[in-house]
């Protein structure tokens, strides 16, 4: 099996993976669903509120600070509390970055987040203690989201009739070949497409059985391309383990 790297930004990655063989959808499903449910992430999982005059309720405010995507890091220890406090008088909006943690390694990662809108003499006032969770305890603590699908392969077709043309498609750039054509545009994984029309090029579209194009968003300071490989190496330590337990 070989993994290439597509491309690639801090929140965005993609990835082709060739050559995955007969059992290769059971494999980037694997990875699919480690990515989404079993990578460790810090989530808020306690607030107390002291003040609250606001027009929302106690538990509303609680489940939207449960929300916001907080920072990772590695060497936090597994059974670590984080506190964080806010305190904020109307009028005034209430951002995530309001929430003020106690460790810097550990917070809000996007700042911008509206939490409550403070009208005049409204205050709110509260702590909260994030923990280390996986998306399987609860979905606070999901920091990635993965899909998956076959790599399509376009072939030179004959004249068709326009119904049966699907989807057009402005002319490939000079010097794009047709299978890196179909690699850029992942899009022609996701519909239930027969042919496609590029430029004045008519194509039939069909799949690669052992090649998938996997794509990863991530929703912390981990980048994507990172979230990628620790559900991979999630994914093989547990195997090790089965196998060991098997022998």
Known sequence: MKITVLEKSASKASFLVSGA??????????????????????AVDQVTIYENNSALYDEYIAARIGLVPLSWEEDVSDDAKIALTLAAEGPC??????????DEKIKPFFENIPIAV????????????????????HAKFQCAHAAYANLCKLTPAKKVDDELVIHDYPAREAGLSVEDFAKKHQELCNYNLEYVRVGEDEFKVETVD?????SVESYNNVPAEQQF??????????????????K
């Open 21 to 42: 063989g007969a059992t290769g959808t059971a494999v980037v499903n694997a990875a699919r669903r480690a990515i989404i449910g079993q990578l460790e992430s810090f």
């Open 93 to 102: 909006t209430v951002y995530s970055r309001d929430l003020k943690s106690t």
């Open 118 to 137: 403070l009208g005049l003499d409204q205050k709110l006032r509260l702590e909260a203690v994030a923990v280390k969770g996986t998306a399987k305890k």
């Open 210 to 214: 052992d090649a998938f194009i996997f």
């Open 229 to 246: 490989y620790r559900g991979v190496a999630l994914v093989k330590s547990r195997l090790e383990a089965l196998a060991k337990e098997l």
